[in-house]
């Protein structure tokens, strides 16, 4: 790219990249349409490549447009974080973070801790739901932030951690061999669940599903209790909990991926030093691709 890129642009075409809509996009940014498509075809001119394409009415990525995207967010944020360091006074002011409660229990402990030491006049409200209800109130802006469980098939947020996803049984019990299998999962849309299923099907065990909950702990307490066996991440295998393999006739299964989900609607400088904090706890992609090499 022989041209510097513009910030006020770049923010525009995230708006856009969000919502699939010039004309959504601009509500967001607070420009005429007319005005966000002129910023599109100026800084399509500057980096010399089509951005968009069109999918019916939806404004749809070039693969260069995705290649610019994950820049375009990494400049956008640290342009506002610039801003900040120069202000005199401190962040301060409320942000609403969405989180599911098995998240909760194992993250969110650090990362308070760490941004209430740097942070001490902001308030933190904090929302524990499952990640489709946490996907609905980012989309109407009834929450600033989420941390979610990342699914490819509807793309949501960016990836900020990866974990093996694994079959657990009590360190007690010998449930895990019962026929057919009872199993403690989460409600039938859970991610996790599907897998599960799939991987039981696929080598023709049976299986009843026991306990079905949103609640992670309900779920522990199944497993430790010697009633079910379940899959969780890593990070929430507990004490009291064993983990089975292919030894024991239990597939791999896909990894669990983490996402954060940022509201569209005009990000604040608190709501980005939040999701900076939530990226510096949590960030293990390097050692996870280097373990999984």
């Known amino acids: 790219m022989a041209h510097v890129l513009d910030a006020d642009q770049l923010k525009t075409f995230v708006a856009i990249a969000d919502t699939g809509s010039f004309t959504r996009a601009a509500e ?3 420009k005429t349409q007319s005005a966000v498509s002129m910023q ?7 980096v010399g490549r089509p951005l968009f394409g069109r999918d019916g009415r939806h404004a749809k990525l070039t693969e260069d447009g ?9 400049i956008v944020r640290l342009n506002l974080e610039c ?5 005199d006074a401190d962040l301060k002011g409320r942000i609403r973070l969405g989180v599911p409660d098995d998240y909760a229990d194992r993250y969110l402990p650090e990362i308070l801790a760490r941004f209430a030491r740097s942070n001490p006049k902001a308030e933190v409200t904090v929302v524990c739901e499952p990640t489709p209800m946490l996907a609905d109130r980012i989309a109407t802006g009834d929450i600033d932030l989420a941390i979610i469980t990342h699914v490819e098939s509807r793309g949501q947020g960016e ?3 990866i974990e093996p996803l694994l079959w657990v049984t009590s360190a007690r019990h010998a449930v895990h061999e019962e026929d057919p299998l009872p199993l403690a999962l989460g409600r039938p849309t859970c991610n996790w ?3 599960a299923v799939d991987a039981l099907e696929s080598k023709g065990r049976r299986f009843r599903v026991l306990y079905a909950s949103w609640n992670s702990t309900a779920v522990g307490a199944a497993v430790i209790a010697g009633l079910a066996v379940s899959v969780l991440p890593e990070s929430a295998v507990r004490p009291g909990m064993r983990i089975l393999g292919r030894s024991e006739g239990y597939a791999t299964l896909p990894s669990c991926k983490i996402g954060l989900l940022r509201t569209r609607f005009d990000p ?3 709501s980005n030093a939040l999701a900076e904090h939530i ?4 960030d293990n992609l390097a050692s996870f691709k280097t373990a999984a090499e």
């Open 279 to 282: 990226i510096q706890s949590l």
């Open 66 to 74: 995705e290649r610019l995207l994950d820049y375009a967010r990494r």
């Open 268 to 270: 604040s400088v608190l």
């Open 159 to 161: 990836i900020i951690r």
């Open 40 to 46: 599109m075809k100026r800084l399509e001119e500057r």
């Open 193 to 195: 669940r599907q897998a």
């Open 28 to 30: 967001i940014v607070f």
């Open 83 to 87: 801003v900040a360091s120069f202000t």
